[in-house]
């Protein structure tokens, strides 16, 4: 995993300014880089660090790392909007379940299987996969066609008794 000097660089190079907000904001990022944060777990990690720091200032700060593909921004079922680190992460593409909304990170074989299916196809290389897939993990795949199979049950039932009237 990168180290935070590593995305000071970043920052540098993209001409951004390195302040106190910002490093903070940064090592807080990695500290968490496996998980989903929310808005206000960033809130209230900067705040307790650094009472008083602006929350606009926190959100132009997540938005620019946005940019930079430090973080990805992640829309979670009942949970709402996340940030995940992906910085150094080939793979950027999860899987949310739209029912129990477990998270899931697509794997390296699938990754490379869209990326030589985009070479063959568009003739398009060296592509950074950041994807996300909004459908049913599979044990709520399985309840829910369960579900669908009793309804097109009884959908079939009552057309049968509809005909025979
Ligand atoms: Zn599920």
Redesign the pocket.
């Known amino acids: 995993m990168k180290k935070h000097k590593d995305l000071i660089a970043v920052l540098k190079s993209n001409e951004m300014r390195i302040t106190p907000a910002r490093r903070l904001l940064l090592q807080f990022i990695l500290d968490n880089s496996s998980k989903q944060l929310s808005l206000k777990d960033v809130h209230d990690f900067m705040e307790e660090n650094m009472p008083g720091v602006d929350r606009s200032s926190i959100y132009r700060n997540l938005e620019a790392f946005k940019k930079l593909d430090i973080i990805q921004e992640l829309m979670l079922p009942k949970l709402g909007k996340r940030f995940q680190y992906v910085f150094d992460r080939k793979v950027h593409h999860f899987f949310i379940?739209k029912?129990?909304?477990?998270l899931n990170k697509g794997n390296k074989a699938l990754f490379e299987k869209v990326e030589s299916a985009l070479k063959d196809v568009h003739g398009f290389s060296k592509a950074n996969l950041s994807v996300v897939f909004y459908g049913?993990?599979s044990?709520?795949?399985k309840k829910t066609a369960q579900k669908e199979a009793t309804r097109s049950a009884h959908g079939a039932l009552s057309e049968a008794q509809q005909s025979m009237r």
């Open positions: 379940c029912a129990c909304g477990k049913y993990c044990s709520c795949g």
